[in-house]
């Protein structure tokens, strides 16, 4: 598995460093941003982009098993000046520019559950499945300047299993107006009670059947994470991304007996055809 995660970094930045010059500088998204997928190439109407993407991650939160993803990538959008709404898997939504520096989100969608099974271990076990869950997510971005090459974000994830606060500061990377290159950002992420205990809590069932202790968490702080993202064109028509991610929990999450690691780490790549 370690030898997976050299491979995938390799290549990444092979690809980062060979094909940057390839980027198509001409077309401008509705926010500079690699993080923000923009196939409409500035043009209002239809766009559309398809492809997939591997990930290796860890298997569930909290988790130090780690395991190989395959999933599709890309959107349908269509784009009315400063405004673009959107199907991508899952998740409808829209999206928006104001006054330059400001970006706004809104999504609704669907949270993957986490099953038993997820542990090859058999770590969960007695635990019984979360199901998968309707969430929304309201997202604002607030740019130091029309450039956006340095923001402050701000997003609340709220659905039937609680509620996430991130709260984050970015650096964008390159001259592009069409949304690629590459960003850095760090984040801190708050819970509320019911989405802590979702995610790490044991109720007295779960305790009885698994032989874990019972464990119950408060709201409050769960992590701090970096993340790097990156966008380029091969050709015209042809994109790659990738994505690198490091979240370190907090105490209350580190001390579940669910933790298995103090933090969850992610590394994908992938290709997207824009029509």
């Not at 923009?38 to 939160?61: I, M, P, Q, S």
């Not at 784009?79 to 999504?107: P, Q």
């Not at 007695?126 to 740019?143: I, M």
């Not at 019911?194 to 202790?213: C, E, M, V, W, Y």
Request: proline fraction near 2%.
């Amino acid at each position: 598995m370690n030898k997976s995660t050299g491979l995938l970094l390799t290549a990444l930045t092979s690809l980062v460093i060979s094909q940057s010059t390839l980027a198509q500088g001409g077309d401008t998204a509705l926010v500079p941003l690699p993080s923000i997928d923009d196939f409409t190439r500035g043009d209002n109407g239809w766009a559309f982009g398809l492809g997939l993407g591997v990930e290796y991650e860890t298997a569930y939160e909290g988790s130090d098993e780690f395991g190989v993803e395959v999933d599709p990538a890309g959107s349908v959008q269509w784009r009315s000046g400063d405004n673009i709404f959107y199907f991508a898997g899952e998740a409808l939504g829209w999206r928006g520019r104001r006054a330059d520096t400001w970006f706004f989100d809104a999504a609704i969608g669907f949270e993957e559950g986490r099953e038993e099974g997820d542990s090859d271990d058999g770590r969960l076990n007695g635990l019984g499945n979360a199901e998968e869950s309707f969430e929304a997510v309201l997202q604002a971005r607030r740019a130091f300047s029309s450039d956006w090459r340095y923001w402050l974000d701000g997003r609340v994830v709220t659905g039937d299993n609680g509620t996430l606060g991130i709260f984050g500061v970015g650096r964008r990377f390159g001259e592009q107006t069409d949304g690629t290159g590459s960003e850095l950002g760090v984040v801190a992420v708050v819970h509320d009670s019911d989405r802590a205990n979702t995610d790490f809590g044991i109720t007295a069932q779960q305790a009885a059947a698994s032989g874990l202790p019972q464990t119950q968490l408060s709201s409050g702080f769960r992590s701090l994470g970096l993340n790097y993202t990156y966008r380029n064109y091969i050709n015209e028509n042809w994109q790659i991304f990738g994505e690198v991610l490091y979240e370190l929990y907090g105490s209350d999450v580190k001390d579940s007996p669910i933790s298995r690691n103090n933090y969850e780490a992610e590394v994908g790549i992938g290709f997207i055809y824009v029509f």
